[in-house]
């Protein structure tokens, strides 16, 4: 098994004393290259933490998180950035598209921060399977959502990732700009290989994954292969109940 990401035994506490919130309780999970993962929980379960310390944003308490085969819980600032830059793409709810620049400016614009030049395959590559080749020297202003967003998707994509994060990716799309999205994330883990770990609370999105992981209370409590929005709903409401 070739993972592109895992965590072993995370732990997480935000606070101290007595007003300690205990966010990650000893997760562990492993996530395989070119896969598709939702994280799914109640609001407070610890979906976005795990995330966050998965990509690098947030230094978990104990345990290890690997990325790339790095383990990355250890470093030091400055290379745990470089990492962050180089391993790690990210897709939120809002685009964060620079207004000023073109789309494919907008793409581009990692690997410029980063003095790495294009390579022109790959983004072919993934302009093709986003299908937004009309629309790479259009603002995103004269773009709509969906486009914005799947620029936001190329532009996560470019730096050939080893995990694209995507929180709430579609959060602020309508159901049929969240479905082509979704179908989009899809393909980019069948045609370009990429690993995808989403954040969600909507079963019909997680049910574009190849699995979903339910946490409840900091702590893993479901794994569900080849989720339908049904059994992910029904899952959901059992962690309710």
């Given at each position: 098994?070739?993972?592109?990401?895992?965590?072993?035994?995370?732990?997480?506490?935000?606070?101290?004393?007595?007003?300690?919130?205990?966010?990650?309780?000893?997760?562990?999970?492993?996530?395989?290259?070119?896969?598709?993962?939702?994280?799914?929980?109640?609001?407070?379960?610890?979906?976005?933490?795990?995330?966050?310390?998965?990509?690098?944003?947030?230094?978990?308490?104990?345990?290890?998180?690997?990325?790339?085969?790095?383990?990355?819980?250890?470093?030091?600032?400055?290379?745990?950035?470089?990492?962050?830059?180089?391993?790690?793409?990210?897709?939120?709810?809002?685009?964060?598209?620079?207004?000023?620049?073109?789309?494919?400016?907008?793409?581009?614009?990692?690997?410029?921060?980063?003095?790495r030049r294009p390579d022109r395959d790959?983004?072919?590559?993934?302009?093709?399977?986003?299908?937004?080749?009309?629309?790479?020297?259009?603002?995103?202003?004269?773009?709509?959502?969906?486009?914005?967003?799947?620029?936001?998707?190329?532009?996560?994509?470019?730096t050939e990732p080893d995990v694209l994060?995507?929180?709430?990716?579609?959060?602020?799309?309508?159901?049929?700009?969240?479905?082509?999205?979704?179908?989009?994330?899809?393909?980019?883990?069948?045609?370009?290989?990429?690993?995808?770990?989403?954040?969600?609370?909507?079963?019909?999105?997680?049910?574009?994954?190849?699995?979903?992981?339910?946490?409840?209370?900091?702590?893993?409590?479901?794994?569900?292969?080849?989720?339908?929005?049904?059994?992910?709903?029904?899952?959901?409401?059992?962690?309710?109940?």
């Open positions: 098994m070739r993972l592109a990401c895992a965590a072993e035994e995370l732990k997480k506490t935000y606070g101290s004393g007595d007003t300690a919130v205990p966010a990650l309780r000893g997760v562990s999970a492993g996530f395989e290259r070119g896969t598709f993962t939702a994280v799914m929980g109640p609001s407070g379960s610890g979906k976005s933490t795990l995330m966050h310390c998965l990509a690098g944003l947030d230094r978990v308490d104990s345990g290890q998180v690997l990325l790339g085969g790095v383990v990355i819980s250890g470093l030091a600032d400055r290379a745990l950035t470089k990492v962050r830059r180089d391993r790690v793409g990210f897709v939120f709810q809002s685009f964060n598209l620079v207004p000023t620049l073109t789309a494919l400016q907008n793409i581009l614009l990692p690997l410029d921060l980063a003095g790959r983004l072919d590559l993934v302009v093709q399977a986003l299908r937004i080749g009309d629309r790479l020297e259009h603002r995103p202003s004269e773009l709509s959502g969906g486009q914005q967003q799947r620029v936001a998707v190329a532009r996560a994509l470019i994060f995507a929180d709430e990716p579609t959060g602020a799309l309508d159901s049929t700009t969240a479905t082509t999205l979704l179908s989009f994330l899809r393909r980019s883990c069948r045609e370009l290989g990429q690993t995808i770990v989403m954040v969600t609370h909507d079963p019909m999105a997680a049910s574009f994954a190849d699995r979903a992981l339910l946490l409840s209370d900091g702590l893993i409590v479901q794994e569900i292969h080849q989720p339908t929005p049904d059994l992910v709903l029904n899952a959901m409401r059992g962690l309710a109940a």
